[in-house]
């Protein structure tokens, strides 16, 4: 067998084993899901179904503004475990691992997922989670809840995607080269 085929093999066998069927790869700090793919992280199912940017949102306490960018992301929480189970607040990471929490002073928000989310067996809760960050790609650190020894954590990519006049659903700004 020839050099350039051998390597081909091992190429194509890792390459195998770093994706599935459920929209998910592995990374280096565990399963990494395609947004608008389910992602599991212990009883808790996540998707990511829609990412926006505004500058403002409109709150019970009168117009928030962002001190850099609010990114909106509407997503869909399922339990699929046997026991009611308290939703924590989630964490995005930019490209330098950096993680920031989401905002927790939003009431008020349309469809704000708020800060006390509990939910029953086989149930699925939907809105809103905000982040005060600037534009860019980051990965949505989603978490088990429950006992913290036994926290199971999912990344999901949120690309940078800008829509606007003109760019309807424009298309996701690909990872700074050398990644």
Same mark, same amino acid.
């Given at each position: 067998?020839?050099?350039?085929?051998?390597?081909?093999? =091992?190429?194509?066998?890792?390459?195998?084993?770093?994706?599935?069927?459920?929209?998910?790869?592995?990374?280096?700090?565990?399963?990494?899901?395609?947004?608008?793919?389910?992602?599991?992280?212990?009883?808790?199912?996540?998707?990511?179904?829609?990412?926006?940017?505004?500058?403002?949102?409109?709150?019970?306490?009168?117009?928030?503004?962002?001190?850099?960018?609010?990114?909106?992301?509407?997503?869909? =929480?399922?339990?699929?475990?046997?026991?009611?189970?308290?939703?924590?607040?989630?964490?995005?990471?930019?490209?330098?691992?950096?993680?920031?929490?989401?905002?927790?002073?939003?009431?008020?928000?349309?469809?704000?997922?708020?800060?006390?989310?509990? =939910?029953?067996?086989?149930?699925?809760?939907?809105?809103?989670?905000?982040?005060?960050?600037?534009?860019?790609?980051?990965?949505?650190?989603?978490?088990s809840g429950g006992d913290p020894e036994k926290e199971v954590e999912a990344l999901i990519d949120v690309p940078l995607r800008l829509e606007?006049?003109?760019?309807?659903?424009?298309?996701?700004?690909?990872?700074?080269?050398?990644?």
């Amino acid at each position: 067998m020839s050099y350039m085929r051998i390597l081909t093999v =091992i190429t194509v066998a890792a390459l195998a084993g770093c994706s599935s069927q459920d929209g998910g790869s592995t990374s280096g700090g565990g399963k990494v899901y395609l947004m608008g793919s389910p992602a599991v992280a212990g009883p808790l199912t996540y998707t990511v179904l829609h990412s926006s940017w505004t500058d403002n949102m409109e709150t019970v306490d009168g117009v928030a503004t962002a001190k850099q960018h609010f990114l909106v992301m509407e997503v869909s =929480i399922t339990n699929g475990g046997p026991e009611d189970a308290g939703v924590p607040l989630l964490f995005l990471v930019d490209e330098k691992g950096k993680e920031t929490m989401e905002e927790q002073k939003m009431s008020g928000a349309p469809s704000w997922l708020g800060l006390m989310r509990a =939910i029953k067996p086989l149930e699925t809760m939907s809105g809103k989670i905000i982040f005060d960050v600037p534009m860019a790609n980051y990965k949505l650190k989603v978490i088990s809840g429950g006992d913290p020894e036994k926290e199971v954590e999912a990344l999901i990519d949120v690309p940078l995607r800008l829509e606007g006049p003109g760019m309807p659903g424009a298309d996701a700004v690909p990872p700074a080269a050398g990644r």
